[in-house]
T-cell receptor, first 114, second 117 residues
Framework: AQSVTQLDSQVPVFEEAPVELRCNYS??????LFWYVQYPNQGLQLLLK??????LVKGINGFEAEFNKSQTSFHLRKPSVHISDTAEYFC????????????FGKGTRLSVIA | ETGVTQTPRHLVMGMTNKKSLKCEQH?????MYWYKQSAKKPLELMFV???????ENNSVPSRFSPECPNSSHLFLHLHTLQPEDSALYLC????????????????FGEGSRLTVL
């Protein structure tokens, strides 16, 4: 079985500062990795995903994430945040094979302060 | 219409009412999901349908009854709910979730905000 740990439930950051949202996972098999964003009163939207290949993945809105297999991490980063980045961010994993849906972390609330 | 559409966006119901949530996807996917999102709780997977067959039921109370008449439509029928059932109900779809070639990437609707009085 897979599990996802998002180490911070809330991250406040000033506008134009860099941010890192941490995600660690546990799995005995290889996995696909995802980051989703949820703006207030909306559903989840895919930010980026790691399927294979380059460990540095670029997504929408200037976000990127790096897959680190040895540390079983998939941290999300942005060099300069905007007020509009205020949202809930979810990390998710799924094994490469088998019939299991995505397993989500508990989410990290990013609050960007003007 | 594109993506995943959920109706209604907001619903207020009494504990004795019967109502339904509707989800429709225009992505040509074969798997559809219901998730429950409560305040200060992680996302809870409720039901999964793959090619119209229910493949997951995560110990959901019988007052929630899903229906999947075809691969594009998913319903959640609600009856005799409790106040603790108040939450955002999210529908999602994916290509399907069998086979090595499927990433399982989910596409979500905007959710139906349910309030049970």
């Amino acid at each position: 079985a897979q599990s996802v740990t998002q180490l911070d439930s809330q991250v406040p950051v000033f506008e134009e500062a860099p941010v890192e949202l941490r995600c660690n996972y546990s799995s005995s098999v290889s996995v696909y990795l995802f980051w989703y964003v949820q703006y207030p009163n909306q559903g989840l939207q895919l930010l980026l995903k790691y399927l294979s290949g380059s460990t540095l993945v670029k997504g929408i809105n200037g976000f990127e994430a790096e897959f680190n297999k040895s540390q079983t991490s998939f941290h999300l980063r942005k060099p300069s945040v905007h007020i509009s980045d205020t949202a809930e961010y979810f990390c998710a994993v799924r094994p490469l094979s088998g019939n299991t849906p995505l397993v989500f972390g508990k989410g990290t609330r990013l609050s960007v302060i003007a | 219409e594109t993506g995943v559409t959920q109706t209604p966006r907001h619903l207020v119901m009494g504990m004795t009412n019967k109502k339904s949530l509707k989800c429709e996807q225009h992505l040509g996917h074969n798997a559809m999901y219901w998730y429950k999102q409560s305040a200060k709780k992680p996302l809870e997977l409720m039901f999964v349908y793959n090619f119209k067959e229910q493949t997951e039921n995560n110990s959901v109370p019988s007052r929630f009854s899903p229906e999947c008449p075809n691969s594009s439509h998913l319903f959640l029928h609600l009856h005799t709910l409790q106040p603790e059932d108040s939450a955002l109900y999210l529908c999602a779809s994916s290509q399907d979730w069998s086979g090595r070639s499927r990433t399982g990437e989910l596409f979500f609707g905007e959710g139906s905000r349910l309030t049970v009085l």
